[in-house]
Protein backbone atom coordinates (compact mmCIF):
# COMPACT_ATOMS: atom_id res chain seq x y z
CA UNK A 1 0.00 0.00 0.00
CA UNK A 2 2.99 2.34 0.66
CA UNK A 3 4.29 1.52 -2.45
CA UNK A 4 1.21 2.43 -4.53
CA UNK A 5 0.86 5.93 -2.58
CA UNK A 6 4.26 6.86 -3.68
CA UNK A 7 3.65 6.05 -6.98
CA UNK A 8 0.30 7.65 -7.18
CA UNK A 9 2.31 10.81 -5.50
CA UNK A 10 5.18 10.56 -7.79
CA UNK A 11 2.63 10.64 -10.77
CA UNK A 12 0.64 13.60 -9.41
CA UNK A 13 3.87 15.82 -9.00
CA UNK A 14 5.37 14.87 -11.84
CA UNK A 15 8.21 17.21 -12.92
CA UNK A 16 7.63 19.47 -9.84
CA UNK A 17 9.77 17.30 -7.40
CA UNK A 18 13.03 18.27 -9.61
CA UNK A 19 15.63 20.11 -8.41
CA UNK A 20 15.54 22.62 -11.45
CA UNK A 21 13.72 26.05 -11.44
CA UNK A 22 12.39 27.73 -8.21
CA UNK A 23 11.41 26.26 -5.27
CA UNK A 24 7.81 23.98 -5.80
CA UNK A 25 7.44 25.87 -9.26
CA UNK A 26 8.71 24.87 -13.14
CA UNK A 27 9.29 27.25 -16.19
CA UNK A 28 6.42 26.76 -18.32
CA UNK A 29 3.95 26.01 -15.76
CA UNK A 30 0.22 27.54 -16.08
CA UNK A 31 -1.48 29.69 -13.74
CA UNK A 32 -3.35 27.03 -12.52
CA UNK A 33 -0.36 24.42 -11.88
CA UNK A 34 1.36 27.16 -10.26
CA UNK A 35 -1.39 27.51 -7.83
CA UNK A 36 -1.90 23.95 -7.31
CA UNK A 37 2.06 23.71 -6.91
CA UNK A 38 1.58 26.25 -4.07
CA UNK A 39 -1.10 24.60 -2.18
CA UNK A 40 -3.21 27.40 -3.09
CA UNK A 41 -0.98 30.25 -1.06
CA UNK A 42 -0.24 31.67 -4.31
CA UNK A 43 -3.54 33.74 -5.56
CA UNK A 44 -4.24 36.06 -8.33
CA UNK A 45 -3.89 39.65 -7.81
CA UNK A 46 -6.00 40.97 -10.18
CA UNK A 47 -3.20 41.79 -13.06
CA UNK A 48 -4.77 40.85 -16.49
CA UNK A 49 -0.89 40.32 -17.67
CA UNK A 50 2.58 39.80 -16.48
CA UNK A 51 2.92 38.93 -12.73
CA UNK A 52 -0.49 37.33 -12.05
CA UNK A 53 0.09 35.29 -9.07
CA UNK A 54 1.25 36.78 -5.62
CA UNK A 55 1.90 34.76 -2.39
CA UNK A 56 2.37 37.02 0.70
CA UNK A 57 5.02 36.44 2.53
CA UNK A 58 6.73 35.88 5.19
CA UNK A 59 8.68 34.11 2.42
CA UNK A 60 12.45 32.56 2.66
CA UNK A 61 15.15 32.29 0.20
CA UNK A 62 18.93 31.32 0.55
CA UNK A 63 18.47 32.79 4.28
CA UNK A 64 17.25 35.72 3.65
CA UNK A 65 13.23 37.09 4.33
CA UNK A 66 11.05 38.49 1.58
CA UNK A 67 7.82 40.16 2.00
CA UNK A 68 6.53 38.35 -0.90
CA UNK A 69 6.60 36.46 -4.19
CA UNK A 70 5.30 37.23 -7.21
CA UNK A 71 4.92 34.61 -10.33
CA UNK A 72 5.39 36.33 -14.00
CA UNK A 73 3.83 34.30 -16.80
CA UNK A 74 4.71 35.52 -20.56
CA UNK A 75 1.97 36.28 -23.23
CA UNK A 76 0.65 32.37 -23.61
CA UNK A 77 0.89 32.57 -19.79
CA UNK A 78 3.48 30.20 -18.96
CA UNK A 79 5.58 30.86 -16.09
CA UNK A 80 8.91 32.27 -17.06
CA UNK A 81 10.06 34.49 -13.90
CA UNK A 82 9.67 34.76 -10.09
CA UNK A 83 10.27 37.83 -8.03
CA UNK A 84 10.76 38.08 -4.46
CA UNK A 85 10.28 41.13 -2.88
CA UNK A 86 11.64 42.45 0.22
CA UNK A 87 12.14 46.23 1.60
CA UNK A 88 14.76 48.51 0.20
CA UNK A 89 16.33 48.11 3.76
CA UNK A 90 16.77 44.93 3.38
CA UNK A 91 19.33 44.66 0.19
CA UNK A 92 22.80 44.58 1.55
CA UNK A 93 21.76 41.74 4.16
CA UNK A 94 20.08 39.88 0.87
CA UNK A 95 23.52 40.34 -1.12
CA UNK A 96 25.11 38.55 1.00
CA UNK A 97 23.02 35.94 1.11
CA UNK A 98 23.50 35.49 -2.41
CA UNK A 99 26.91 35.89 -2.51
CA UNK A 100 27.55 33.20 0.46
CA UNK A 101 25.40 30.72 -2.22
CA UNK A 102 26.51 31.80 -5.62
CA UNK A 103 30.03 33.61 -4.76
CA UNK A 104 30.70 37.05 -6.54
CA UNK A 105 28.12 38.55 -8.89
CA UNK A 106 28.65 39.91 -12.58
CA UNK A 107 27.55 43.34 -12.90
CA UNK A 108 25.40 44.33 -15.49
CA UNK A 109 24.53 48.85 -15.50
CA UNK A 110 20.69 49.14 -15.40
CA UNK A 111 19.89 52.88 -15.67
CA UNK A 112 21.15 54.37 -12.82
CA UNK A 113 21.73 51.35 -10.37
CA UNK A 114 24.15 48.72 -11.32
CA UNK A 115 21.93 45.60 -11.14
CA UNK A 116 23.99 41.88 -9.64
CA UNK A 117 23.55 38.70 -11.12
CA UNK A 118 24.39 35.04 -10.62
CA UNK A 119 23.63 31.87 -12.70
CA UNK A 120 22.18 28.68 -10.10
CA UNK A 121 25.10 26.17 -10.73
CA UNK A 122 22.95 22.97 -11.32
CA UNK A 123 20.27 24.66 -13.57
CA UNK A 124 22.21 27.87 -14.88
CA UNK A 125 19.15 29.91 -14.26
CA UNK A 126 19.40 33.10 -13.40
CA UNK A 127 19.48 35.06 -10.02
CA UNK A 128 19.60 38.91 -10.18
CA UNK A 129 19.13 41.35 -7.75
CA UNK A 130 18.08 44.94 -8.18
CA UNK A 131 17.15 47.84 -6.22
CA UNK A 132 14.09 50.18 -7.46
CA UNK A 133 11.91 51.30 -4.61
CA UNK A 134 12.10 47.37 -3.27
CA UNK A 135 15.09 45.02 -2.96
CA UNK A 136 13.68 42.21 -5.83
CA UNK A 137 15.13 38.92 -6.47
CA UNK A 138 14.74 37.83 -10.06
CA UNK A 139 14.47 34.20 -10.93
CA UNK A 140 14.51 33.17 -14.28
CA UNK A 141 15.15 30.45 -16.73
CA UNK A 142 18.63 29.88 -18.11
CA UNK A 143 18.91 31.73 -21.77
CA UNK A 144 18.60 28.71 -24.21
CA UNK A 145 22.17 26.55 -25.05
CA UNK A 146 23.23 27.99 -21.30
CA UNK A 147 23.59 24.64 -19.90
Not at 23 to 32: H, I, K, L, P
Not at 61 to 82: A, E, H, I, M, N
Amino acid sequence: MRGSFAFLAALLLGPATGLANWEFTRWGMTVDEVQRASRYDAILNGQGFGCLLEMPGPIRFQGSRFDKVLFCFDDDTLLRRVELVADASAYAAIERTLQQAYGAPRLRRSLDMPERYWSHPESGDMVQLSLEENAVVTYREAPAGSN
